[in-house]
Every structure is written in C-alpha cells, then in structure tokens.
C-alpha cells in the first residue's frame, strides 16, 4: 500500500512540477520527441526583467486572498458554532442557504452581487475583490469550523464557565487549541481559492486590482510554455511557503502549551 501511495504521489504531483521545469527551459519541443530539441534561458531571462510587475502582482494576490481568508473566518464563525451545537427547526433548510455559494456557479453569484456593489463604491477596489472573494469561498470556512466545534465536547465549555471564564477567554482557552486544526485547514483552501481565482478578481477589480492570476493568464493564452511554465512554478511557491510557515507556528503553539500537534490532530480525527 505504501509504495501504490508513493507511486501515486510521484505521478500526481512530482510528474507534473518535472515536466513544468523542462518546459520552462525548452526551446523547440516538436511531438513526438520525448526531450526538447534545444533549450533557452528566456524564461529567467523574462522574470529578471519584469520582477517588478511579477511581484507587485504576486503581493496584492496574496494580500487580498489573506484578506478573504478573515472575513470568511468573521463570518462564519458564529454560523459554525451555532449550527455544530444547537438543534432547530430549518437548521437543515439555514445551512443549505448558508452553502449557496457553493451550489451556484461563481459567475453567476458574482453577477448578482455586481451591481449591489457598485452602489456601495466598493467594486474596482481592493476591498470589494477581497469581499466577492471571501464570499464566494465562504461555505469552506463555514463547514471547517462546523467540523471543528463539533468535536469540542461542551463539558469544557461548561467547566470554564463554572470557573469564571467568559467570551474571549474561553475562545483563547477552550476553543482555540482544539479548534486551529480545522480552522486552519479551512483558511488554507479559502486561501487556494481566492489566490487562483481570475474571473471574479476581474469582474469586481475591473481590471485596477493587480493579480498573479490576471497577469498569468494572458500569457497561458497565447501558448508562451516557456515563460507560462516558468510563472506557474513561481505561483506554487507562495501556497508551500504559507504551508510550511503555517506548519511550524502550529507546532510551536502547541509546544508551547504543553500539547502535541500529532495528539491535537489525533483527538479532532477520533471525535
């Protein structure tokens, strides 16, 4: 089993990170060769003279997807835990209107919200694309934290309650340490969202809000595979960073309270 996993792995995810790096410096690659015929430093050549605009774009996709990242967690949060610890009439009918953006295509969500926004000024503005972005991925967050408070049993929120503890405290205390597994897991694929999304980021950012996606794109269109491969590496670059940095915060988090991450995991997966 392992080696099927391994196997499975490489073909999925190594294969196609190999094949982007030859691309990026091939040159002329005719079928059915299995190796170019010539290679080119165009590619670097290209990013070192437009490192400028690369990393301006580069930055405002990452700083509106993070941005999306808290106000998906500000709306949801409330939502999560009232849905994972209370039972009502229309609780199933609430969470299917809750999940509406995922059961309706994002143009036409984006399309519907369009005009609101620009009556509120907000379209052809950071603000808005973080906004649309963060509503559109919004259900993500939504079941990640539903998840996470279900498997908080009530006798610890009852306890800290008995011994004083209210409102922030018992969010930093009780909930946060149990709960970062989920929350993160659902920040991390609001986050891929948002970072590759290109049609609402253009729709609602008018073209006036740079992005990693709208400057990748043309360039994918007009078939440059060396430039294209070479901008597409730099893309997966900022999601593993986030990971490996979100990686090691966690695991100091929890050394510092006392507590394994490997436990910490362990118990959400038993609940």
Do not use: C
Request: proline share 5%; net charge positive.
């Amino acid at each position: 089993m392992k080696h099927i996993s391994r196997v499975l792995f490489i073909a999925f995810f190594l294969f196609p990170l190999l094949y982007l790096g030859i691309r990026m410096f091939a040159g002329i690659w005719s079928y059915p060769a299995l190796l170019p015929e010539s290679w080119t430093g165009r590619a670097l050549a290209y990013i070192l003279a437009n490192r400028g605009p690369i990393l301006r774009s580069l930055g405002s996709s990452t700083a509106y997807s993070l941005t999306a990242v808290l106000i998906s967690l500000f709306f949801s949060y409330a939502p999560a835990r009232v849905l994972a610890r209370r039972n009502f009439a229309g609780k199933s009918l609430v969470q299917t209107l809750l999940l509406a953006p995922l059961l309706v295509p994002a143009v036409v969500y984006a399309l519907g919200l369009f005009p609101l926004m620009l009556r509120l000024g907000i379209s052809d503005r950071f603000g808005g694309v973080a906004l649309i972005l963060a509503l559109s991925a919004f259900p993500y967050m939504l079941r990640a934290l539903q998840t996470g408070f279900a498997s908080i049993p009530r006798e610890y929120e009852i306890s800290a309650y008995m011994l004083g503890a209210r409102g922030i405290r018992i969010f930093s205390s009780v909930y946060l340490p149990q709960m970062l597994p989920a929350l993160l897991s659902g920040a991390t694929v609001v986050f891929l969202a948002a970072f590759s999304e290109y049609f609402l980021v253009f729709l609602i950012g008018g073209g006036l809000v740079s992005s990693y996606s709208g400057y990748l794109v043309p360039l994918i269109r007009a078939s440059d595979w060396s430039i294209s491969s070479a901008l597409i590496l730099i893309f997966l670059l900022v999601p593993l960073m986030l990971y490996a940095l979100m990686e090691r915060l966690l695991s100091r988090y929890y050394r510092r309270r006392g507590m394994g991450m490997g436990e910490q995991l362990g118990g959400q997966v038993r609940s």
